[in-house]
């Protein structure tokens, strides 16, 4: 394992150590689609502030099992809510919700002497985290794209009614990093795309370790066999190369973007009653992401 995590990431960290005493929420945005696997674990309780889990790209998870989460989590005494940043209603949900929690002061604490209250919004690169902000501004304040660790920067956004949104590179730790393929299916951290073969045979693999293999069309067919799989997806989208032979990495890559973008339906890889994130992190010679 490597000793040194990337330098954007560790100035994250520094960020966060450096802000907090001014800041009085956190706002964790996780990926609604790997609610526990996309989160930090442990790292927010450290922090001893207020705070609110968004379950972010809720719009590309399934419903059902977003309210078991949201549940789960509430059980468990944190305050959560889903939020779709296309929806005003849901965006509007988040925003009052922020507003409350930044506002309260937890026992044995005093009140801030500003008026002004802060939030610091923490996630793994590419969760939304600036698209959100974005939404919560009703303008585009914070950069985004498509592709993991496009902020680099410290920013503060200036939202209506006296609070402020600080918008953070995102963060890993070493669990996370050793999560790489995984979350790379979510589109979250990055990593490299050479092989779209192989990164589609580990999407299939979750996705029947999970109990979604129905949602690939043809898989169930071929016996749950990826190659089998792969060509008959390829044959089915008339992706082939000459002779007519199917092009599997043009598959390959089909099945990725489509399952990245909804294509397949809204999709939860992780069930809130299930451990299944943590069973393949325990998997021998899983290497760390490479940045």
Same mark, same amino acid.
């Given at each position: 394992?490597?000793?040194? %995590?990337? &330098?954007? +990431?560790?100035?994250?960290? @520094?960020?966060?150590?450096?802000? /907090?005493?001014?800041? !009085? =929420?956190?706002? #964790? ?10 989160? %930090?674990? &442990?790292? +927010?309780?450290?922090?001893? @502030?207020?705070?609110?889990?968004? /379950?972010?790209?809720? !719009? =590309?998870?399934? #419903? ?12 468990? &005494? ?214």
């Amino acid at each position: 394992m490597n000793k040194e %995590l990337p &330098g954007h +990431i560790k100035k994250a960290f @520094k960020s966060i150590d450096h802000f /907090l005493p001014v800041v !009085d =929420l956190v706002v #964790e945005l996780v990926d609604a689609r790997m609610p526990n696997g996309s989160r %930090l674990k &442990g790292f +927010i309780d450290r922090l001893g @502030k207020n705070s609110v889990i968004a /379950l972010a790209k809720s !719009d =590309l998870a399934d #419903e059902s099992e977003t309210r078991k989460w949201i549940k789960r989590f509430t059980e468990e &005494g944190m305050t959560c809510v889903a939020v779709d940043c296309r929806d005003r209603q849901s965006v509007k949900r988040l925003t009052t919700l922020i507003k409350t929690a930044a506002f309260t002061v937890k026992p044995g604490q005093k009140p801030p002497a500003r008026k002004v209250r802060r939030a610091m919004i923490i996630g793994v690169p590419n969760v939304g985290k600036s698209t959100l902000i974005n939404s919560l501004a009703g303008r585009k304040a914070a950069r985004t794209a498509n592709m993991p660790g496009v902020t680099r920067n410290i920013q503060w956004i200036k939202l209506s009614g006296e609070l402020e949104l600080l918008d953070l590179p995102g963060v890993l730790d070493y669990g996370l990093l050793r999560r790489g393929d995984i979350l790379r299916l979510i589109n979250t951290v990055p990593g490299k795309d050479e092989d779209t073969w192989s990164y589609a045979k580990t999407l299939t693999h979750v996705l029947t370790l999970t109990g979604n293999q129905a949602v690939l069309p043809g898989l169930i067919d071929c016996g749950e066999s990826y190659d089998r799989f792969i060509d008959e997806y390829a044959r089915r989208m008339n992706f082939c190369i000459k002779g007519g032979e199917p092009d599997s990495e043009r598959a390959a890559t089909d099945v990725i973007r489509r399952f990245q973008s909804g294509g397949f339906g809204r999709i939860t890889i992780e069930k809130s009653d299930s451990d299944v994130i943590e069973l393949l992190d325990l998997q021998p010679d899983k290497p760390e992401v490479e940045f």
